[in-house]
């Protein structure tokens, strides 16, 4: 590319781009396909419904030649200022968060991809509970990771040097990811190639609560360094979370903070909720989270 009027780099970032566009013209066609359906317009709807699919094989081919110019298995999204307000339509914004959560859940289903989502404090141990399962589930699933952070790329590169495609997410102020900036990281992976993305949303236990992505399974995690009264201080996202994870079990006498009675916590406050204790680092209970997930 040396000497040529544009830099791969700015190629790439030219090609992502117009990947977005077109499989974002995708979803629009099969959206008109369905109406005209409804308008008892059949054949249009047809033709319709043949766009859309031509689209999307152009939107893999942009994809795939974007993927080719690809320096290394990371790769970053910065969120812009304000994006999801830009969206032009006289719903809140969590309507429009919800309506693209479930378009994103849409895609993901279409694609056959489980997606698993972690929520948590900060420093609770997600990376580290992701990288112990993806090294238990590897060889088992097609494993995808998708990680959430203000600015830097520290958690992708860690689950990327255990051999599976990342992208990183970079909110800038935001706490929490939103399902707009989650479809962007969907563009960004070879979803054919994926049965399992597992998802790190941003570290803390109260933002990320409003903002569903469109995941099939949420889990939140504490630990017991963060002291005994982290899960009722949270009620929402406990409430929301379909297994509860209290990690650093290994540190629970030391710090004088007893992992039963957070679980007791968490069952009081959402009592279909699946609780497991674990330690990264002995391996206790990783097996047990497996289960939980239904992996
Ligand atoms: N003793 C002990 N340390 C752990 C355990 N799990 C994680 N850690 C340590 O806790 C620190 C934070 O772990 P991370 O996995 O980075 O936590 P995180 O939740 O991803 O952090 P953020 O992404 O920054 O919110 C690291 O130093 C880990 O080695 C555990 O079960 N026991
Ligand atoms: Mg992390």
Redesign the pocket.
């Known amino acids: 590319m040396e000497g040529s009027w544009m830099s791969a780099g700015r190629l790439k970032k030219a090609l992502e781009h117009y990947y977005e566009h077109t499989a974002e013209h995708a979803e629009k066609l099969r959206e008109y396909a369905e109406m005209a359906r409804g308008e008892g317009a059949a054949g249009a709807s047809q033709k319709l419904e043949l766009a859309a699919e031509l689209m999307d094989r152009a939107a893999e081919a942009i994809r795939s030649a974007c993927m080719s110019l690809s320096e290394g298995p990371s790769r970053v999204i910065e969120a812009e200022s304000h994006e999801i307000l830009d969206i032009e339509v006289e719903e809140s914004l969590l309507e429009v968060n919800r309506r693209i959560a479930e378009e994103n859940r849409r895609l993901l289903d279409e694609r056959g991809v489980y997606v698993v989502e972690f929520m948590?404090?900060?420093?609770?141990?997600?990376?580290?509970?992701?990288?112990a399962l993806v090294e238990k589930l590897k060889e088992r699933y097609r494993i995808g990771y998708v990680a959430g952070?203000l600015t830097t790329t520290i958690?992708a590169d860690?689950v990327g040097r255990h051999g599976v495609p990342v992208v990183q997410l970079n909110t800038g102020r935001e706490c929490h990811l939103d399902a707009n900036l989650f479809r962007k990281a969907l563009y960004q992976l070879d979803l054919n190639g994926i049965d399992l993305l597992l998802v790190?949303n941003?570290?803390n236990l109260i933002c990320p609560a409003d903002f569903p992505l469109g995941s099939h399974r949420k889990v939140v995690?504490v630990?017991v360094t963060e002291g005994e009264h982290m899960v009722r201080k949270h009620p929402i996202i406990f409430k929301e979370a379909d297994v509860a994870v209290i990690?650093?079990?290994?540190?629970a006498e030391e710090m004088g903070v007893s992992p039963s009675s957070l679980e007791r916590d968490a069952k009081e406050l959402n009592p279909r909720i699946k609780v497991v204790k674990?330690?990264?680092?002995?391996g206790d209970g990783i097996d047990e989270l497996v289960e939980a997930l239904g992996l």
């Open positions: 948590g404090s900060i420093g609770s141990g997600k990376t580290s509970l992701i990288e952070d958690d860690r790190e941003v570290g995690v630990s990690n650093k079990v290994d540190l674990t330690s990264v680092k002995t």
